[in-house]
């Protein structure tokens, strides 16, 4: 069975803390997501990788950076934490887009900067 | 911009009846439709997907319907089921090679027993 391993489930920082969400595929996909979810806005892109060592923007990428040496392995970085970043945040994964390829989520981690 | 839009945020429905979630977008290069689930705390999950080539997937009693000149595809779950309460987002992708998904706002789905 297809698996996006997010580490923790629940996290609470303070703000101004450094902090770094981690997710493991092992489906061996080329493309992974970051998405963070807010009630009334939906799931919206923060980053994704198509490759090892490759990164591109997504529609919200402020306040983040993101890391990916592993195929398997995609980090969220949130260098300086503020409140505002509370959110809940979700990794996905797929193959790269030959057809139709859906994505694959991990169970979010609930992240409040207080 | 909002390119997918859920125009409505929550739909309560009786056990049994038919669910109807709507979903539209404005990018005719789209070609690519899915439909997530997601319960509270949990990430979501896959439900249904759709190609442009079509207008129709069935799923036992899960069907997506595609309207590609009004710009529009609907979710009919029948019959409804307390437990398919949920989130429930639409997402479209554009051409193979492409990337990106973009998500609705989603619609928060009461089933009533």
């Known amino acids: 069975d297809v698996k996006v391993t997010q580490s923790s489930r629940y996290l609470v920082k303070r703000t101004g803390e450094k902090v770094f969400l981690e997710c493991v595929q092992d489906?061996?996909?080329?493309?992974m997501f970051w998405y963070r979810q807010d009630p009334g806005l939906g799931l919206r892109l923060i980053y994704f990788?198509?490759?090892?060592?490759?990164?591109e923007k997504g529609d919200i990428p402020e306040g983040y950076s993101v890391s990916r040496e592993k195929k398997e392995r995609f980090s969220l970085i949130l260098e300086s934490a503020s409140t505002n970043q509370t959110s809940m945040y979700l990794c996905?994964?797929?193959?790269?887009?030959?057809?139709?390829?859906?994505?694959?989520f991990g169970s979010g981690t609930q992240l409040s900067v207080l | 911009d909002q390119q997918v839009k859920q125009n409505s945020p929550s739909l309560s429905v009786q056990e049994g009846r038919i669910s109807i979630l709507n979903c539209d977008y404005t990018?005719?290069?789209?070609?690519?439709f899915l439909w997530y689930k997601k319960y509270p705390a949990e990430g979501p999950t896959f439900l249904i997907s759709?190609?442009?080539?079509?207008d129709k997937n069935e799923d036992g009693r899960f069907t997506v319907f595609l309207n590609k000149s009004a710009k529009h595809l609907s979710l009919h779950i029948v019959p409804s089921q307390p437990g398919d309460s949920a989130v429930y987002f639409c997402?479209?992708?554009?051409?193979?090679?492409?990337?990106?998904?973009?998500f609705g706002t989603g619609t928060r789905l009461k089933v009533l027993a």
């Open positions: 996905a994964s797929s193959f790269m887009r030959r057809t139709n390829e859906k994505l694959f």
């Open positions: 489906m061996d996909h080329e493309n």
């Open positions: 990788s198509y490759d090892v060592k490759m990164k």
């Open positions: 990018n005719s290069m789209f070609d690519y």
């Open positions: 759709i190609s442009s080539i079509k």
């Open positions: 997402a479209a992708a554009g051409s193979p090679g492409t990337y990106k998904y973009i």
